[in-house]
């Protein structure tokens, strides 16, 4: 299966506990997404890369929040000292970066903060 | 205001309706354009992207107005397997944000017998 890749599927976790979710994009893809989704909302952006360029990160997300991609080819996202409010899906997404390019997504990984 | 806004929703229609959505962005430097489909407890997939000149697709059918900063998503003789989330997606073309794919909050349809 060559398409985007994420892991875990479905992660419960503490309060107050430190999360790491990992997504591989499409080999050939420069570019990777990673958004936020909860119930009855669109996607919500979170941050880009551009290989292992960061290009934005939201100014929605606190500094709890941190994302990576080492080697222009997997991505971390990493969620420190969770709350119940970061409980969602999380969605990452890859595209070769040409602008009207289709943005293939992963099955996203649900989080569950007690 | 947001950067995508959508019709909130949700629209119940009978198959065999002919149903619109609407979609406006805030950024006069946005690029392109899609429509995604979301099922429930599913990813978004792509439906259509959104040429300035309109385009069909089958039922389907997404409009640009750049005067007017929306696009329009148009599906006729709907089916019950019509029935989703549909969103539209703007690309930042400008600045620091180029190349950011921003959505709209999703539009509801559900097709009913």
């Known amino acids: 299966d060559t398409g985007v890749s994420q892991n875990p599927r479905h992660k419960i976790t503490k309060r107050g506990q430190n999360v790491t979710f990992r997504c591989d994009p499409i080999?050939?893809?420069?570019?990777l997404y990673w958004y936020r989704q909860t119930l009855g909302q669109g996607p919500e952006f979170l941050t880009y890369f551009q290989n292992e360029a960061q290009l934005e990160k939201s100014r929605l997300l606190s500094d709890r929040f941190s994302a990576e991609r080492p080697k222009g080819s997997f991505s971390t996202l990493e969620i420190q000292r969770t709350e119940q409010g970061d409980s969602a899906m999380y969605l990452c997404?890859?595209?070769?970066?040409?602008?009207?390019?289709?943005?293939?997504f992963g099955s996203g990984t649900q989080l569950s903060v007690l | 205001r947001k950067e995508v806004e959508q019709d909130p929703g949700p629209f119940n229609v009978p198959e065999g309706a002919t149903v619109a959505f609407n979609c406006t962005y805030s950024n006069s430097a946005s690029q392109s354009f899609f429509w995604y489909r979301q099922d429930c407890r599913k990813e978004p997939k792509l439906l259509m992207s959104v040429y300035s000149s309109g385009n069909e697709d089958g039922r389907f059918t997404a409009q640009l107005n750049r005067a007017s900063q929306y696009i329009s998503l148009l599906i006729r003789d709907s089916k019950l397997s019509d029935s989703a989330t549909y969103l539209c997606v703007v690309i930042n073309a400008g600045g620091t944000s180029y190349g950011k794919l921003t959505f709209g909050q999703g539009t509801i349809l559900t097709v009913h017998p």
């Open positions: 997404a890859s595209t070769r970066g040409a602008e009207n390019e289709k943005l293939f």
């Open positions: 080999s050939e893809h420069n570019r």
